[in-house]
């Protein structure tokens, strides 16, 4: 039973556009949600989180948008620089955050 | 000064054999985990550790077993290695908050 999808396996964008990666999730007990950026060979970073009473949160050029009643959310990057090119996970825990459940990555590309 | 470590980054060794991956995280946090990353690429929990006590234990085989012998520290023990334990394995840790620092993995390859 997978609470948290990425649908999208990969994603390719040109250099300067918005990369725009989404995750669905399932388990209306999650209260949080964070997003991950994996380099080949490296560990998960974290990289932007938000909680479910809001509905955006920004930090630079990462904006991550949640939409409680369709269970969805989404990290837009813009612009996109090709060192953003790595793997992306959507995570989501609950109140207690002592566990995460993460969706299976999207991998982008962003080209010179 | 590596936030999380893991030793060793790779490992290659025969089915049945009996192995050990160590992490050691130096930011003071009170929890750990270790996660599996399968061939399908999804990071799942197997176990989580606060303050050297088993807070979380998935359904993983018996076969693994997790020590931590004070909280910057949380080994994982796998015995009679076999075919389908080959994966990459993450550490993490968090204090309080909820973002999870990651160790670089271990490449566990079982032939």
């Known amino acids: 039973d997978q609470q948290v999808k990425q649908n999208s396996p990969s994603l390719s964008v040109q250099e300067g556009r918005i990369s725009i990666l989404n995750c669905d999730y399932t388990n209306s007990m999650f209260d949080y949600f964070l997003w991950y950026k994996k380099y080949p060979a490296e560990g998960p970073t974290f990289l932007i989180s938000i909680s479910s009473i809001k509905d955006k949160n920004e930090d630079g050029r990462f904006t991550v948008f949640l939409n409680k009643s369709a269970k969805h959310l989404s990290l837009h990057i813009v612009p996109s620089q090709p060192g953003d090119s790595a793997v992306y996970f959507c995570a989501a825990t609950g109140t207690s955050g002592s566990r995460l459940t993460f969706g299976e990555g999207t991998q982008l590309t962003v080209n010179p | 000064d590596t936030a999380v470590s893991q030793t060793p980054k790779y490992l290659v060794t025969q089915m049945g054999n009996d192995k050990s991956i160590k992490c050691e995280q130096n930011l003071g946090h009170d929890t750990m985990y270790w996660y599996k990353q399968d061939s399908k690429k999804f990071l799942k929990i197997m176990f989580s550790y606060n303050n050297k006590e088993l807070i979380i234990n998935e359904t993983v085989p018996n076969r693994f077993s997790p020590k931590s012998p004070d909280k910057a520290h949380l080994n994982l023990h796998i015995n009679s290695l076999e075919l389908g334990d080959s994966a990459v394995y993450f550490c993490?840790?968090?204090?309080?908050?909820?973002?999870?620092?990651f160790g670089p993995g271990t490449r566990l390859t079982v032939t």
């Open positions: 993490a840790s968090k204090d309080r908050g909820l973002e999870q620092y």
